[in-house]
């Protein structure tokens, strides 16, 4: 989907497709964290089932307002005691799926928001399929 800016001076989500999200006419594949005041980066979590408190703790360093998680194609909560460092910071997060995620933070930045975009990617990773020996 093709996204259009109202405002240009923050990192703006501008589309994304299963397998990659492009921010300011740069496409990123895999997870990823967009700050409204600081940019973009690779998340350090692969799919929803690696994420743990760390992984929430560590956006503290943006020092944000909000954070917006997209937990992939689908929308997922992410367990409480994950975000309750965040929580004592006075930081909320909204959880939905990533391509509402990336909508929302978009509106979010435009309005001048110190918000964190937490997107796992839209493809998760395919599970190995078990090798069968004969009995």
């Not at 939905?96 to 990336?102: I, K």
Request: contains cysteine.
């Amino acid at each position: 989907m093709k996204l259009q800016p109202d405002q240009f001076n923050v990192p703006f989500i501008s589309a994304y497709e299963p397998g990659w999200i492009e921010v300011n006419g740069h496409k990123y594949t895999g997870s990823l964290v967009i700050s409204s005041e600081s940019g973009c980066s690779p998340w350090s979590v692969g799919q929803f089932e690696a994420l743990n408190a760390e992984c929430f703790n560590e956006l503290m360093q943006f020092k944000p307002e909000l954070i917006v998680f997209g937990g992939g194609p689908t929308l997922r909560f992410p367990k409480p005691i994950w975000l309750a460092g965040l929580m004592q910071h006075g930081i909320g997060v909204e959880s939905m799926d990533t391509p509402a995620a990336c909508r929302t933070y978009n509106i979010l930045a435009s309005e001048g928001r110190r918000v964190v975009a937490a997107l796992l990617p839209l493809e998760e990773a395919k599970p190995a399929i078990p090798k069968i020996s004969p009995p």
